[in-house]
């Protein structure tokens, strides 16, 4: 059966679902593309805190983290302010924020209060702010987590997670001058702020979905890969939402996994099929954007 992407492309279009570019590969190989306009850079969104993952990944095989790493071993003097408090930030571990289980009622450093916070240092914000409750227990989806992650890496490589990455990750994958946006004192935002094309994006799917080897050379762990692209907690949402988290990647239906960004950029992994499906966008209904892979695409793999 010869591959149409011609289906996913007016099923969305018939369902006024803005995708601009979209790229299938199936056993490392294109099966079909399509881009509305070209495929230019695109803000990735929150499809960054993917990429942040795997610095972490590489952090701590360098020795240079742990999972049991904690804020206040990095930031120790940011969390004094919050006292009495039953359960203090500076006690958040790397593990509590890479599967957003921080446990803030109202997460920090959303994409509003970004733009209009005063204090420019943002760990510190983040880590003057008590917990509402036990971390590691429950999941809400919290981009100030990723934050101060990147803040994490930063503090233990010595680099920018871009810079820490460019050699390690872009470079190899043929991702050059790679635009990170940061923070006012310069720390990658990690959650979001990454500029790639789509097809860029699918070769860091085929990269997931090869278990972190590329063109013959490791390079992101393999049993990272497994770790963060598994289930690790719950998530309270429904269908696609509702599938659960892993270590910054959304679990899926259909046996997949998704780096996943506001208004419909998307990196599903499907292993089983040996799949990769990346997509941009400029929608609200990212749900109807992944049932239209689901009805479309998926059947011809």
């Keep these: 059966m010869t591959f149409q992407i011609g289906g996913f492309v007016d099923n969305a279009g018939s369902r006024k679902l803005n995708v601009l570019s979209v790229r299938v590969l199936q ?13 230019a850079r695109r803000l990735q969104h929150s499809v960054s805190k993917s990429f942040t993952s795997m610095a972490v990944g590489l952090a701590i095989a360098e020795g240079k983290l742990t999972l049991d790493a904690r804020l206040n071993d990095f930031f120790p ?14 006690e958040l571990t790397l593990g509590h924020l890479l599967r957003m289980a921080s446990g803030h009622d109202a997460p920090p450093l959303w994409a509003e209060e970004r733009e209009t916070l005063q204090e420019k240092d943002w760990a510190k914000y983040y880590m003057s702010l008590p917990l509402d409750r036990m971390p590691g227990e429950t999941f809400t989806y919290s981009s100030g987590d990723t934050f101060m992650i990147s803040a994490m890496v930063q503090a233990a490589v010595l680099e920018t997670v871009r810079d820490y990455l460019v050699p390690r990750l872009f470079e190899p994958l043929g991702i050059r001058d790679v635009r990170w946006d940061t923070s006012p004192l310069g720390v990658t935002l990690g959650c979001t702020g990454l500029w790639i094309s789509c097809e860029e994006l699918s070769r860091f799917g085929q990269l997931l979905l090869q278990k972190g ?3 013959g050379v490791q390079l992101i762990p393999e049993a990272w890969i497994g770790e963060v692209t598994r289930k690790q907690i719950d998530t309270p949402g429904t269908a696609d939402w509702g599938a659960g988290y892993g270590g910054q990647f959304w679990m899926c239906t259909h046996r997949a996994y998704r780096a996943d960004g506001m208004r419909g950029q998307f990196c599903v992994v499907i292993p089983d099929k040996e799949a990769v499906i990346a997509i941009n966008s400029d929608e609200d209904d990212m749900q109807g954007i992944l049932d239209a892979v689901w009805a479309d695409i998926l059947p011809q793999l």
């Design 77 to 90: 003097d940011y969390g004094k302010s919050v006292k009495d408090s039953a359960y203090p930030p500076g």
């Design 27 to 39: 056993n490392g190989q294109l099966l079909g593309l399509w881009d509305r306009d070209g495929d």
């Design 213 to 215: 080897w590329w063109q």
